[in-house]
């Protein structure tokens, strides 16, 4: 299975145009984010943040079967609009706790996660041993599908205490890994830590160990 992250971003998109942090300030192309988004095999997508016209060109959104969305927060919906004007037939899934279907022989099931008290959010379980969950203010809810997963893709809003419906990156670091099953374990949703993309790599890496590591916009991984 394909996965592309077409966005690895927060709320806002990165950089901040007025910060002169380091994070902000990077030429790296990796510390360029929009917002949070995957496409799988191509054909199905994991939310549409209003980026989305600058993430899939007009051949990507021709070749889209079925959007799915994990909660309704502007940072992934606000891109439905520009799709629909083109493709009117797109299948929207706004999926719901203890929903499992298979798109494309890709298997999904939906999880409650906590993050909002204004919108549902879901975690995904992906062909049974991938685990997304892009927003979210505790992991309790989804220890049981992260035991069964071998990769995680998790909340990275957040370093140092947790607000705003967001668990941050030192406790999720904490709570996922005693999971010995997890073989990697990226972070997206990545948000305005004034760190850069490699040091926030050395420090994940070094609160936790090598499994884990963050994602960044157009990384691909075959799974």
Known sequence: MKMIFLGTSSGEA??????????????????????????IEDKILIDAGPDILKQLNSDQINNLDTVIITHEHDDHIAGLKY????RRDLRIIRMKPGQHFKLLSVDFFAFKVLHSKMAI???LQI?????????????????????EANIAILDGSVLGRSFGGHLAINEIVA????????????FTHNGHTHKTHQEMVKLVQSLGDARFTLAYDGLELKI
């Not at 799709?83 to 083109?86: E, M």
């Not at 062909?127 to 035991?147: C, H, M, T, W």
């Not at 709570?175 to 990226?186: G, R």
């Open 127 to 147: 062909n049974n041993n991938i685990v997304y969950i892009s927003d979210s203010s505790s992991l309790d809810l989804a220890i049981k599908y992260l035991q």
């Open 121 to 123: 959010t879901i975690g």
């Open 14 to 39: 990165m950089p901040r145009e007025t910060c002169d942090c380091l994070q902000c300030q990077s030429k790296n192309k990796k510390d360029k984010r929009l917002r949070s988004s995957i496409l």
């Open 175 to 186: 709570d996922v890994k005693p999971l010995k099953n997890l073989k990697k374990i990226y």
């Open 83 to 86: 799709l629909l004007r083109t």
